[in-house]
C-alpha cells in the first residue's frame, strides 16, 4: 500500500480502455503534424505519389518506435514521460536543400550521422539544465505556446492560406464549434469523459463536418491495407560533409527545443527534470534519428504539440503516450487507417488546437506567476525573450538576409527565444544560484 502511495502519477498504467482512448486523443493531436513534413519533402523533390505513401507510413512507423523508447526508456535512453516523438520542423529546409543535390540518401546519410552526434553529445548538452530557472522555464514553455499558436489558426481557417476558400466563414464556424464542443464536454462531463475533451470534440465535430461536405474519405478506398517499412528503401545512405554538418546544427537547435519541452512536461506532471533525465531523453532523440535515416524517415523530437494536451487532460502517466506508440506504429502498417485518421478536417483540428496550444501558454504563466520579479532583472528577461521568440511569427523572413547557419537557429521563434532567455538570465541574473534552476528531487511524495 505504501509503495503505491509513493509512486508518482507519471508511472500509473492505467486501464487498457484507457490508454487506448487517452493514446488515441494524443495521436489525433499530432496526426496532423507528423506527416507535414514527409509531405513537404515529397512535393519538393518531386516525389511520386506512391514514393509519398511509403514516408509517411515510414514517418509513423518510426515515430511510434521512438515515442515508446522515450516513454518506456531502452537502456541509457528515454526520460520516461509522457512525451510524444514526431519528426521536427527545424530540419525541413535543409534537408530540401540536401536532397536536391544528394538525393534521399544524401538526406538519410547526413541524419544517421547528425544522431549519432546528438546520442554521443547529449551528456555534455544536458548540464546547460543549471541554466533553466524558473524564470527562463516559464518563459520558454510560454514562448512555446504562443508559437504553436498559429499553426492552430491556419487548420482553423482551412489549413492552406494560398487557398481561395482560406479562412472562409464555414471554416471558422467549425472550428468554433469543435472548441465549444471541447470546453462544453471538460466542464460538464466528469472523470474519464471530462478528461478525453478533445478526443470527443474532434469526433463530434468530425460527425457534424461529414453533412456540411468538408470531410474527404477519397484517400481511404485507395488506401492499402498494409505496408511494411524496410530499411534502406530508397538505397544506401550517402555521405556528404557540408550536409552532415548542417543537419548537425539542426538537431543542436533540435536538443535546445527538446530540452524545453521536456522541462515544460516536467512542470506540468509535477516532476521537475534532473540532468540524468534529460541525457536520457535527448539520448532517445539521437538514436531515434538514426532510425529514422535507417527506416525511412527524418529527425525526431518531442513534440510540442502534445505538452498541452497533458495539461488539458490532467492525465500525466506515461503509459498513456506509450499507448499512442503502438497506435501510430499499427497506423504506419495499415495505410488504410491512417487514412481515416488523416480524413478529420483542418478546422475541426484547428477548433481542438487552440485550447491545447492555449493550456501550453497558460502553464507558462503559471510557472512564471512563481518568480520573483522585484528586485531582480526577471522582468526584462521574459520581456526581451518572449519579444525575440515572436520576431517570425510576425514576419516570417525576418532574417532571410541572414548567413544559413544562422536562420537555421533563428527562424524557430521557440528556439531563439530560448537562446535569449538563457543568455539574458545568465548576464542579468547570473548563475550563482544553481538551485534555482528546474531541478527537483527524484522522488515523489504522495
Request: proline fraction near 5%.
Amino acid at each position: 500500500m505504501q509503495e503505491n502511495q509513493s509512486k508518482h502519477p507519471v508511472d500509473e498504467i492505467l486501464p487498457l480502455g484507457q490508454l487506448f482512448t487517452y493514446g488515441l486523443q494524443h495521436v489525433l493531436a499530432m496526426y496532423a503534424g507528423a506527416v507535414a513534413v514527409p509531405l513537404i519533402i515529397a512535393n519538393a523533390l518531386g516525389l511520386s505519389k506512391e514514393q509519398l505513401i511509403y514516408l509517411i507510413n515510414a514517418d509513423l512507423f518510426t515515430c511510434g518506435i521512438a515515442t515508446l523508447i522515450q516513454t518506456i526508456g531502452f537502456g541509457n535512453m528515454g526520460i520516461q514521460m509522457p512525451v510524444i516523438q514526431g519528426v521536427t520542423f527545424a530540419a525541413v529546409t535543409p534537408m530540401i536543400i540536401i536532397g536536391k543535390t544528394h538525393g534521399l540518401t544524401g538526406i538519410y546519410g547526413s541524419i544517421m550521422v547528425a544522431g549519432l552526434v546528438t546520442y554521443l553529445m547529449s551528456p555534455y548538452f544536458s548540464r546547460l539544465i543549471r541554466f533553466f530557472p524558473p524564470v527562463v522555464t516559464g518563459t520558454i514553455i510560454t514562448i512555446i505556446g504562443v508559437t504553436l499558436m498559429p499553426v492552430a489558426v491556419r487548420w482553423a481557417a482551412g489549413g492552406n492560406p494560398a487557398a481561395k476558400d482560406f479562412a472562409a466563414f464555414p471554416y471558422i464556424c467549425m472550428a468554433l464549434v469543435t472548441l465549444i464542443l471541447v470546453l462544453f464536454f471538460y466542464r460538464y462531463f466528469k472523470g474519464f469523459l471530462s478528461n478525453i475533451a478533445v478526443l470527443l470534440g474532434l469526433i463530434v465535430g468530425t460527425l457534424i463536418a461529414i453533412p456540411l461536405g468538408m470531410v474527404n474519405f477519397s484517400q481511404v478506398p485507395t488506401a492499402a491495407w498494409m505496408g511494411v517499412t524496410t530499411p534502406f528503401a530508397f538505397g544506401l545512405p550517402t555521405f556528404d560533409l557540408a550536409s552532415i554538418l548542417a543537419m548537425v546544427l539542426v538537431m543542436l537547435v533540435v536538443m535546445t527545443e527538446t530540452t524545453g519541452d521536456c522541462i515544460a512536461i516536467g512542470e506540468i506532471i509535477s516532476k521537475p527534470v534532473t540532468q540524468k533525465d534529460l541525457t536520457k531523453g535527448l539520448r532517445a532523440d539521437g538514436f531515434s534519428t538514426i532510425l529514422g535515416g535507417i527506416l525511412n524517415s527524418f529527425p525526431y523530437t518531442a513534440f510540442a504539440q502534445n505538452v498541452g494536451l497533458v495539461g488539458l487532460t490532467r492525465v500525466k502517466s506515461r503509459f498513456v503516450v506509450a499507448a499512442a506508440g503502438v497506435i501510430l506504429i499499427v497506423l504506419g502498417l495499415f495505410p488504410k487507417a491512417a487514412a481515416v485518421i488523416a480524413a478529420i478536417p483542418n478546422p475541426v483540428l484547428g477548433g481542438a488546437g487552440i485550447a491545447m496550444f492555449g493550456m501550453v501558454a497558460a502553464s507558462g504563466i503559471k510557472t512564471l506567476s512563481k518568480v520573483q520579479f522585484d528586485g531582480t532583472h526577471n522582468i526584462m528577461v521574459v520581456a526581451v525573450s518572449i519579444g525575440v521568440g515572436m520576431i517570425t511569427l510576425a514576419v516570417p523572413n525576418f532574417y532571410q538576409n541572414f548567413p544559413s547557419w544562422a536562420q537555421v537557429i533563428l527562424h524557430s521563434g521557440i528556439t531563439a527565444g530560448s537562446v535569449t532567455a538563457i543568455i539574458l538570465n545568465a548576464t542579468l541574473n547570473g548563475t550563482d544560484k544553481p538551485g534555482e534552476a528546474a531541478i527537483g528531487k527524484q522522488e515523489y511524495i504522495g
